[in-house]
């Protein structure tokens, strides 16, 4: 292993925040470092309690985190924050300011904060921010808190990869369990009504309780709903409990095991599929050989069906030669 | 070639009904003629239009696609539709419903009506969909309607693979124009303001109109607004003209020529990636070969990385030594 690798491997281990800095960096920018690195750091990950909050902007989604984090803290836990950002043009400022305000925890040497954006992320955002909790969960971090906006493929996927996803409803947006009903509210272990305090929370919580008792979970979990006021804290130790609770039920049973199996399969077949046309591509399809193969397809000379298995035919035997 | 695909093609070609039915639900079926079928037929297509009709559920595409297809008709043509129906279980009734409207059309044998639902093709809606258009044109359309609901990455996706692309507006949905700003109004190439005989409808043409001025397209193309009363078909001869108008801009220039090869180069990569993975795991990850692996990573016994070099490495050996 190069002597750059190990020395920022050790670092991360001892949970050096600059080195955790530029290992997530190196992720996201695909530096050539960051295979080896995540190599080395995945063997001493797997233990962090991986938690997804989403909701609605607007939610207080930020604060809760915030409060949560701090919860942790005072319980002695590390604990590292992946803000997920879409990077819209529109929603860019708030979000910002919402991670300004995060940083009441910047000073917290237990606490590691990194935004995420969603765009411009090659190969997905889901493999890039696994990626970084393997990152966090290596460096010593109990427990880690994903924040997405809970909207997009992306970000269900990004809540798949958490050991427990967390909804935060809040009251006066009617619509909001109509809305997410179609794939957020079924992914959900446990719901929370925010700004408990404003009118309409009851209702919002009585909705909640009457569509989850209309459908039983496989795996028997009956998701609680925790009502919170996350600027004054209120409700956040309860939400830990609840935390807790499904932590302590999830390991029991098989359903931690078997989700995560679930989310590596078809994070394995991903990274199966993408490494497989980065090497095809890089091999078969340089030097203009892509556009020669796309001429043809355009006179209809060739059909895309025979152009991928010459292709595909032309690295094994490349490759084959080589390796015997 | 076996004698059933050679019979098979030989009937799609001469425009057989039954038989190109049977095509197209072998490429949704994955039937293994679907492959060499598609070999034989692609050398005989490229020469339809291509033409993509987006808009919201209730805009009145059924009605405006019928009516475009009989003015084409009227015109000599041969037409193939092809509805693309978000398979939810609240819409599917209405779609329904137009369907059977649209087969008003079903007796005239040069015209071609197909339904294609968006759940559950495996690799995706749009080579699917796409597959479908290379049999009709091969059949002799020359004309191809492609007809999507214009939410979602699948649709954006198959307005794509169209020549041109039209967008349906209706007045009184005010929202409209915010909703599909994001992705969808930038894709198209004309744009229809149908039920025209409504109030609100000279304020959406007007909103349509200063949002176009903004944005000047980098090919010159300055996309004209038609209005429409599908019902009664008036405007519909505008329409064609407005797309005859957009056919010859594209294919006097290299438009048409570089929106294909666009979209051949996305189309070709994301079928050398799906067959690449569907080799490798039909030769590496058979019989719980892939769950023994899924094991040794929830045990961070070894790096997902890892994992995948040494699933390549075993597909290349036993393709090499068997080649060589």
């Known amino acids: 292993m190069p002597e750059v690798i190990r020395d920022l491997v050790e670092k991360v281990l001892a949970g050096d925040r600059r080195a955790i800095a530029r290992a997530i960096s190196a992720v996201e920018d695909r530096d050539p470092v960051a295979v080896p690195l995540l190599k080395e750091l995945f063997s001493r990950a797997g233990r962090a309690l991986v938690v997804g909050i989403t909701g609605s902007p607007g939610a207080g989604k930020s604060t809760l985190v915030e409060k949560l984090a701090r919860e942790y803290r ?5 604990v590292g924050i992946v803000a997920v950002d879409p990077t819209s043009p529109f929603s860019g400022g708030a979000i ?22 969603t765009r411009g992320q090659l190969g997905g955002l889901a493999p890039t921010t696994h990626d970084a909790v393997t990152i966090l969960d290596a460096a010593g971090c ?12 992306d970000e269900v996927e990004v809540a798949r990869l958490a050991d427990v996803t967390v909804l935060l409803l809040v009251p006066g947006m009617g619509d909001d369990i109509q809305t997410f009903k179609a794939g957020v509210m079924e992914i959900a272990d446990l719901y929370v009504v925010n700004k408990a305090d404003r009118p309409g929370a009851d209702r919002i919580e009585q909705e909640v309780t009457a569509m989850l008792s209309l459908n039983s979970r496989p795996d028997g979990w009956r998701p609680p709903v925790v009502k919170t006021v996350a600027t004054t804290g209120q409700g956040i130790g309860e939400l830990c409990q609840a935390l807790d609770q499904f932590r302590t039920f999830s390991e029991r049973g098989d359903v931690r095991e078997s989700r995560r199996k679930e989310h590596w399969r078809s994070r394995l077949l991903e990274l199966l599929r993408q490494t497989l046309l980065e090497r095809v591509v890089a091999r078969q399809l340089r030097d203009g050989a892509l556009d020669r193969q796309l001429d043809d397809l355009l006179s209809h000379k060739r059909d895309p069906y025979s152009v991928v298995e010459g292709i595909i035919a032309g690295f094994m035997a490349r490759n084959g030669s080589r390796q015997s």
Request: net charge positive.
């Open 74 to 78: 005072g319980k002695g836990a590390r």
């Open 96 to 117: 910002l300011g919402d991670r300004v305000r995060m940083q009441g925890l910047a000073n917290d040497a237990g606490v590691y904060i990194r935004s995420m954006a």
């Open 142 to 153: 109990e427990v880690v808190l994903i924040e997405t906006v809970g909207v997009g493929q």
